[in-house]
């Protein structure tokens, strides 16, 4: 079982819509949780960290669920700027653990 | 000027070749790490270094080797490339003290072994 598991997708969305991706660990010490962004095969950004009361930046909301070990990060109101990939990202002994990512188009 | 650098972008190289993958960062961070990835998997750590002094294996460490010259700098060979090396190589930094351990990645280098 990998680490962190993702749905690849891709989704594809009309723009404006809205759409969640999740993601599980299997890691119940992971102590830090991310969601990281990544256009077509460039680097890997920061897109928000995710806190356990759930948190908001601008139309991105994530969650976090630790009983249940599972990571959510909603997408409302999509852009067409928003086409990327999507990677759940958590921490183990210092380091970062990657899932796969969601790949998500958004269509005009 | 980008903060983490990496070099070559991009390298097409033969079996068997010995190849050395470079990463220099003016960050002044103190970790930094090695990655692949390979189409529709996350990226898998190689290497990292928590200090000059410090290196360690990451979860595919199997072929590869690392040095980390001075803080800035942390490189990544290959002794006797194998196709299935070929990938997307991330270099990234983090800085210990900073918050959530978010780390900055390089525009990465793209390796093909034929």
């Known amino acids: 079982r990998k680490e962190v598991e993702q749905d690849p997708g891709p989704f594809n969305v009309p723009e404006g819509a809205t759409v969640a991706f999740n993601c599980t660990y299997s890691?119940?010490?992971?102590?830090?949780f991310f969601w990281y962004r990544q256009d077509c095969r460039k680097e890997p950004k920061l897109l928000m960290s995710?806190?356990?009361s759930g948190n908001e930046d601008g139309r991105f909301t994530a969650q976090l669920n630790r009983a249940s070990q599972y990571i959510s990060l909603l997408i409302r109101d999509s852009k067409l700027s928003d086409s990327a990939t999507y990677l759940c990202?958590?921490?183990?002994?210092?380091?970062?653990?990657f899932g796969q990512g969601t790949e998500l188009s958004v269509k005009p | 000027d980008a903060d983490v650098t990496q070099t070559p972008r991009n390298r097409i190289t033969k079996t068997g070749k010995r190849i050395m993958l470079e990463c220099s960062q003016t960050?002044?961070?103190?970790?930094m790490y090695w990655y692949r990835q390979d189409p529709g998997l996350g990226l898998q750590l190689i290497y990292y270094?928590?200090?000059?002094?410090?290196?360690n294996k990451g979860e595919i460490s199997d072929g590869y080797s690392v040095s980390r010259q001075a803080q800035a700098k942390f490189s990544l060979s290959l002794e006797s490339a194998i196709p299935n090396q070929t990938a997307l190589y991330f270099c990234?930094?983090?800085?210990?003290?900073?918050?959530?351990?978010?780390?900055?990645f390089g525009p990465g280098t793209r390796l093909t072994v034929l």
């Open positions: 990202v958590v921490t183990a002994g210092g380091k970062l653990i």
């Open positions: 890691n119940s010490a992971s102590q830090s």
């Open positions: 990234a930094t983090s800085d210990r003290s900073g918050s959530y351990n978010e780390q900055f």
């Open positions: 960050k002044g961070h103190d970790r």
């Open positions: 995710v806190y356990s």
């Open positions: 270094s928590f200090d000059v002094k410090d290196i």
